[in-house]
């Protein structure tokens, strides 16, 4: 791969994360649904304050309940997770907002049971509704009155209004269509920039991984355990499409990755 040197420099600031401590140190040792299938191996992860960690892997290899273990949303079969956050927010695929409300009373229901003052959550929602593009009166919509875009954007926005310090995301952006997500990763970028956020992000979307994270993981199933990470050699904001593509073709260079995601020989079309 050929890389401009000068990119290297100035790189996303993780050096020395071995003299840090992790916001989030997971350690699944096993995860079984039933007792006599097991879903995940033996995977740890330590994730530093700042950091954009995705973990890609072909559908049903167990990103989500390794997502749902570090969120403590599930208890590990076997293993522990230490979180070192104030404040996370999960945005899953679904936008999971409540049909029976409107986008207001959705963002706010998601500030509920946090000790936020009043006046707080309404500045806490407008700033993130303007954040998300959204004006005063989308705000009084139901999901239903809104686009499928529209409803992925709400339901970041709910999440951001909790001023989260760690974000899950859970394919948050696969429904999306090509322009609106990347309207999303700028969005994300910019708030990731803006704010002291770290990010936990699962898809099975190789470009998105390698367009928006600092560091990639590649889940293999069967059962699901990481066979690769990947420290992304370029900061967040040099990379374009182009560098992207260097980037998953030198991760398809590995056959084991390559046959992950069915891309043997995957410079032919067809
Ligand atoms: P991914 O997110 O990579 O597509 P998941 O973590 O959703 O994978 O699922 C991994 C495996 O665990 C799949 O075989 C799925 O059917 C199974 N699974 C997921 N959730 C449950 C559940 N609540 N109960 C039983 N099996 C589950
Ligand atoms: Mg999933």
Same mark, same amino acid.
């Given at each position: &791969? &050929? ?19 992790? =916001?989030?140190?997971?350690? =699944? ?17 330590? $994730? ?20 749902? $273990? *570090? ?9 522990? =997770? ?30 509920? +049971? ?10 806490? &929602? ?6 998300? +593009? ?14 499928? +875009?529209?409803?992925?954007? !709400? *339901?970041? !926005?709910?999440?951001? !209004? ?15 269509? $090509?322009?609106?997500?990347?309207? &999303? ?16 992000? #699962?898809?099975?979307? #190789?470009?998105? !991984? ?13 059962? +699901? ?8 050699? $370029? ?8 560098? =992207? ?26």
């Amino acid at each position: &791969m &050929m890389f401009d040197p000068q990119l290297l420099e100035g790189q996303h600031s993780l050096q020395a994360n071995e003299h840090r401590e992790p =916001v989030l140190e997971i350690k =699944v040792v096993d995860h079984r649904y039933h007792p006599m299938s097991q879903i995940l191996d033996a995977c740890s992860l330590d $994730i530093y304050p700042g950091e954009i960690v995705s973990l890609i892997g072909p559908s049903g290899c167990g990103k989500s309940t390794f997502l749902k $273990i *570090a969120a403590d949303l599930l208890e590990p079969s076997d293993g522990n =997770v230490i979180c070192r956050a104030k404040d996370k927010a999960v945005l899953f695929q679904e936008h999971r907002l409540l049909p029976w409300k409107t986008l207001y009373e959705n963002m706010r229901f998601g500030l509920r +049971g946090r000790s936020v003052s009043q006046s707080e959550q309404i500045l806490r &929602m407008e700033k993130a509704a303007q954040t998300m +593009g959204f004006d005063k009166e989308d705000l009084g919509k139901y999901p239903s009155e809104l686009s499928g +875009g529209m409803r992925q954007r !709400a *339901a970041l !926005a709910r999440a951001l !209004a909790v001023e989260p310090d760690l974000l899950f995301l859970d394919e948050p952006f696969s429904a999306l269509d $090509i322009g609106r997500r990347r309207d &999303m990763y700028r969005l994300l970028l910019s708030e990731t920039k803006n704010r002291t956020y770290t990010v936990l992000m #699962v898809t099975h979307d #190789v470009t998105e !991984a390698l367009s928006l994270s600092d560091r990639v993981l590649v889940m293999a199933p069967d059962p +699901g355990r990481f066979i690769k990470e990947y420290t992304i050699p $370029i900061p967040l904001k040099q990379r374009n499409r182009h560098l =992207v593509s260097d980037l998953e073709a030198d991760l398809l260079s590995d056959p084991h990755i390559a046959d992950l995601f069915n891309m043997a020989n995957w410079e032919q079309l067809i």
